[in-house]
């Protein structure tokens, strides 16, 4: 059973430049969630996407978007980068249907200079 | 609005000590309650209680559910310093599409 994994593991870009982050879900699961979590703070729910549409979306502007792809790889795009937007991005898999035990990629650590 | 509260935000004990770690909620339609471990990057799961499984336990970790008061603890016996971590707890509500999640508590175990 492979995990979830997430590249790059970190990045550096300058404000107004845009990013793309990148996730492989467990294998086995269908449905994929990124979260945003800053120093010292619980994780922030961006989006959810299942069978490749967007599922559900947290307080976040549309400068960020996603994509899912027919195998339940994922995306997230940031345009027009802010500094708060320096933060640890976690995407989690799960399986829709069942119970919402979430496994978490190792995350990427976009800081924004 | 949904909130999930952790209390306390940070623990400092030494080896060998009992912690007791508070999670409390205000979740519209509650299915479930989770703990999650976090040392340097990805949480990991520890707990999952329901209506259907109030108390778990394993090893020196245990967790109850209050559905009365709302809330929910993670016990840890005997800590070790390897139990330092930022825990975490998650509740799925009236949309089973996310997580809401606390602040979490910051663990610190001295030798």
């Known amino acids: 059973e492979t995990g979830v994994t997430q590249s790059p593991t970190h990045l550096i870009k300058t404000r107004g430049q845009q990013v793309t982050l990148r996730c492989s879900s467990q294998?086995?699961?269908?449905?994929v969630s990124w979260y945003q979590q800053a120093l010292g703070q619980g994780p922030q729910f961006i989006f959810q996407?299942?069978?490749?549409?967007?599922?559900g979306r947290g307080n976040f502007p549309p400068r960020f978007s996603g994509l899912q792809f027919p195998n339940y790889s994922s995306e997230l795009n940031v345009n027009a980068l802010e500094l708060d937007d320096s933060a640890l991005y976690l995407c989690?898999?799960?399986?829709?249907?069942?119970?919402?035990?979430?496994?978490f990629g190792p995350g990427t650590r976009l800081t924004v200079l | 609005e949904d909130k999930v509260v952790q209390s306390p935000l940070s623990l400092v004990v030494h080896e060998g000590d009992t912690v007791t770690l508070n999670c409390s909620y205000e979740?519209?339609?509650?299915?479930?309650l989770l703990w999650y471990k976090q040392e340097k990057k990805a949480p990991t799961f520890l707990f999952m209680l329901?209506?259907s499984g109030i108390e778990k336990k394993s090893g020196r970790l245990s967790s109850i559910l209050d559905k009365k008061e709302l809330s929910s603890i993670l016990n840890i016996t005997a800590t070790q310093t390897g139990d330092s971590a930022i825990y975490l707890c998650?509740?799925?509500?009236?949309?089973?599409?996310?997580?809401?999640w606390g602040a979490g508590t910051k663990l610190i175990i001295k030798p």
């Open positions: 996407y299942y069978r490749e549409e967007e599922n």
């Open positions: 998650a509740v799925e509500g009236r949309s089973n599409y996310q997580l809401i």
């Open positions: 989690a898999s799960s399986w829709k249907g069942r119970d919402l035990i979430t496994v």
């Open positions: 979740v519209t339609n509650f299915r479930s």
């Open positions: 294998s086995g699961h269908n449905t």
């Open positions: 329901t209506s």
